[in-house]
T-cell receptor, first 114, second 112 residues
Framework: DSGVTQTPKHLITATGQRVTLRCSPRSGDLSVYWYQQSLDQGLQFLIQYYNGEERAKGNILERFSAQQFPDLHSELNLSSLELGDSALYFC?????????????FGPGTRLTVT | KNQVEQSPQSLIILEGKNCTLQCNYTVSPFSNLRWYKQDTGRGPVSLTIMTFSENTKSNGRYTATLDADTKQSSLHITASQLSDSASYICVVRRNTGNQFYFGTGTSLTVIP
C-alpha cells in the first residue's frame, strides 16, 4: 500500500458526460501528479500540482482540468468524454516540488466510456 | 523528439533464471531515469531512480545501469521469481519543465 488513495475505483459513463476523479496524497506529500494509461498509448503524464498550484503540464487535453485543494487532495475533471478517454487514471504523490524524488502511485481509477 | 523505447516488448523466462531489459531514450535535457514495476491493474512501484552521474543502482535482485553518453539503460533481474511477472516501465524525466516520458514497457512472465 503506497498510502495514496484514489476514488472511485471504477467508473462507467457515456460519451459527452463529465466525471471527477479524486486523489488523496500520502501524508506530508505536497506534490500530486496525474497520469493516464491507455492500452494503445501506455502511461502519459498529464499534470502536476504542488501545494495547490499547477507546476507542470504534460499531454493534458483542454477537456481535462485538475485542481489541488488546501487539504492537498486533488481532483481531475474530465468533460465531453469520448470513447478514447477510456483508460486507467493514476495519481502519484511526492514530497518534493521537483520531479527528482520518489513518486508513490495510487491504485488508479478505471474509466470506461460507452 | 523526446522518446523512450523499451525492448523486448515481452519476455518469458524460467523461474530462477536471470534476464535483462533494455531502455533507450532521446529525452533531452536529461534529469533522471526511473524503472517501475507494474502488476496488472495496479499502480507502478518504483524500483530505481538514476541521475546523470550514476552508472549502477541496485534494489535487491534488481540492478539498473545507465550510460548517459549513449542514452541507454538496462534493468537486470537476478534469480527471477514468479512474483517478478509484471510490466517493467522505463521513465525519463526531462530537466526542463518537469516533464516525464514513459516507455511502453516490457511484459515479463516468469514460469515455473
Amino acid at each position: 500500500d503506497s498510502g495514496v488513495t484514489q476514488t472511485p475505483k471504477h467508473l462507467i459513463t457515456a460519451t459527452g458526460q463529465r466525471v471527477t476523479l479524486r486523489c488523496s496524497p500520502r501524508s506530508g506529500d505536497l506534490s500530486v501528479y496525474w497520469y493516464q494509461q491507455s492500452l494503445d498509448q501506455g502511461l502519459q503524464f498529464l499534470i502536476q500540482y504542488y501545494n495547490g498550484e499547477e507546476r507542470a503540464k504534460g499531454n493534458i487535453l483542454e477537456r481535462f482540468s485538475a485542481q489541488q485543494f488546501p487539504d492537498l487532495h486533488s481532483e481531475l475533471n474530465l468533460s465531453s468524454l469520448e470513447l478514447g478517454d477510456s483508460a486507467l487514471y493514476f495519481c502519484a504523490s511526492s514530497v518534493r516540488l521537483a520531479g527528482d524524488g520518489e513518486q508513490y502511485f495510487g491504485p488508479g481509477t478505471r474509466l470506461t466510456v460507452t | 523528439k523526446n522518446q523512450v523505447e523499451q525492448s523486448p516488448q515481452s519476455l518469458i523466462i524460467l523461474e530462477g533464471k536471470n534476464c535483462t531489459l533494455q531502455c533507450n531514450y532521446t529525452v533531452s535535457p536529461f534529469s533522471n531515469l526511473r524503472w517501475y514495476k507494474q502488476d496488472t491493474g495496479r499502480g507502478p512501484v518504483s524500483l530505481t531512480i538514476m541521475t546523470f552521474s550514476e552508472n549502477t543502482k541496485s534494489n535487491g535482485r534488481y540492478t539498473a545501469t545507465l550510460d548517459a553518453d549513449t542514452k541507454q539503460s538496462s534493468l537486470h533481474i537476478t534469480a527471477s521469481q514468479l512474483s517478478d511477472s509484471a510490466s517493467y516501465i522505463c521513465v525519463v524525466r526531462r530537466n526542463t519543465g518537469n516533464q516525464f516520458y514513459f516507455g511502453t514497457g516490457t511484459s515479463l512472465t516468469v514460469i515455473p
